[in-house]
């Protein structure tokens, strides 16, 4: 059975989990093309226009998967105690029904943390049942998805770029076919075993299991190939690599002068197409922080002072990770990507500004729709790191906010 997981949305934060989850199973995970024009104007031609960017780019790769025997969209409620995920995200497979092609089957599941891992097992065991799996398959499937969920986690803490952490898992998820000869399910090749291990796909569709060019061919594709056809894509360079300067070679590099932290959902600063490349920009210019890169304990330190705890938990990591960004040293200047619409957002960035003001941090907020243009963007980011590089050379009398 073959089921699509459109590149979007939970994508950028939850696929490894599900990743390994059907594979356990013996089920086939298909994943869209990467962003490009036609799969954003598909997109808004089937969502709502109250929706935000993200849920109409979802939109556009629903219809981009082809040959696949269902789509599912898990209902994400929550993935920590205490806290919800957006609510348009927990509405999401039923808001989304208009793009979903004729005839498709939508297979959805409750995740909710909030009710604890033995209600939240049950409920996957429904889940399973549904497609003919024991309770027994369905229990080490989510041993599995969490391993690998933990294991993209921790590489991401350890400065591996998103690309990078998804291609990891590249040997385990090539073929389905190849399963039982990889041993028991959670032993994991020599590549993804040691310090830096994580989990996730990288790009490209399947056909019988097989990796295989996107263009049709449908010839089997060499890991570096599908590295390389996103080598123009700002996730592909490591935060070593990101401060070299183009013509010079690797011993004449020059470290960026500036550490910049750009702060916002995943599924924003890592759709390059959406966000037009802004993460390379940034990248080729400043060392880049981004959220998933601090600890757990670092966003902690970060929300203390707030007068109560927020309970949306993507809000909740960016908010503590632009405030401990905001109180240190660490970065120069802080960029917050949001887009238009977003109900989370429109506090989180509030609260923000409030710290960066008061710490004297320089902040800039990014907003992005559909008609975001290129000329803009790029105005507003040069100047925003041309002012910040002259704050850094101790020009006091430059505003931290422009």
């Known amino acids: 059975m073959r089921i699509g997981f459109p590149r979007a ?9 599900w990743a390994g989850f059907f594979r356990s199973l013996n089920l086939e995970l298909v994943t869209s093309p990467l962003t490009n024009r036609s799969i954003m104007e598909s997109g808004l031609k089937k969502a709502s226009d109250e929706t935000c960017l993200p849920i109409k780019i979802l939109a556009g790769h ?27 995200l927990l509405g999401l497979p039923e808001s989304i029904l208009a793009a979903v092609p004729q005839g498709l089957p939508v297979l959805t599941v409750n995740f909710n943390r909030r009710l604890g891992n033995r209600r939240l097992l049950a ?3 429904r889940f399973g049942a549904s497609l003919g799996k024991k309770r027994a398959e369905v229990r080490q499937a989510f041993g599995q998805g969490g391993e690998w969920q933990e294991r993209f986690e921790r590489s991401r803490l350890q ?60 010839r089997e594709v060499d890991d570096r190939e599908v590295i390389g056809r996103e080598g123009s894509g700002p996730d592909v360079m490591s935060r ?23 702060i916002g959902h995943s599924y924003l600063t890592q759709e390059t197409y959406a966000n037009l490349n802004l993460l390379g920009r940034l990248q080729s210019q400043a060392r ?29 990591k960016i908010l503590g990770a632009g405030s401990f960004f905001s109180r240190g040293d660490e970065v120069d200047g802080i960029i917050y990507l949001s887009c238009f619409g977003c109900g989370t957002d429109s506090i989180t960035q509030d609260l923000l500004a409030r710290v960066a003001r ?3 941090k320089p902040y800039m907020v990014l907003t992005l729709d559909e008609h ?31």
Request: proline share 7%; with cysteine; aromatic share 8%.
């Open 358 to 360: 008061k710490e004297h």
């Open 159 to 218: 400065g591996l770029s998103f690309t990078q952490s998804m291609a990891e898992f590249d040997p385990v998820l090539r073929s389905s076919r190849r399963k039982a000869e990889a041993g028991p399910q959670n032993q994991f090749p020599a590549r993804v075993r040691g310090p830096k291990p994580s989990a996730g796909e990288v790009p490209g569709d399947r056909v019988d299991g097989e990796l295989t060019d996107r263009e049709g061919s449908g």
């Open 372 to 402: 975001s243009g290129e000329a803009g963007l790029v105005t507003r980011l040069e100047a925003f790191l041309d002012m910040t590089e002259r704050r850094v050379r101790r020009e006091s009398d430059i505003s931290a906010h422009g």
């Open 288 to 316: 880049v922080r981004l959220v998933e890169e601090v600890e757990t304990s670092r966003i902690a330190q970060g929300l203390q002072g707030q007068r109560k705890d927020l309970f949306w938990s993507h809000a909740r």
């Open 9 to 17: 949305v939970h994508y950028y934060d939850y696929f490894p989990f």
């Open 240 to 262: 070593e690599a990101a401060g070299r300067t183009p013509g010079c070679s690797p011993e004449e590099k020059k470290e960026p002068p500036l550490k910049i932290a750009l």
């Open 123 to 125: 409920e996957l065991e």
């Open 62 to 88: 629903i219809q981009a998967l082809k040959g696949v025997d269902a789509l599912f969209l898990p209902r994400m409620v929550s993935t920590e105690e205490q806290t919800y995920l957006c609510p348009k």
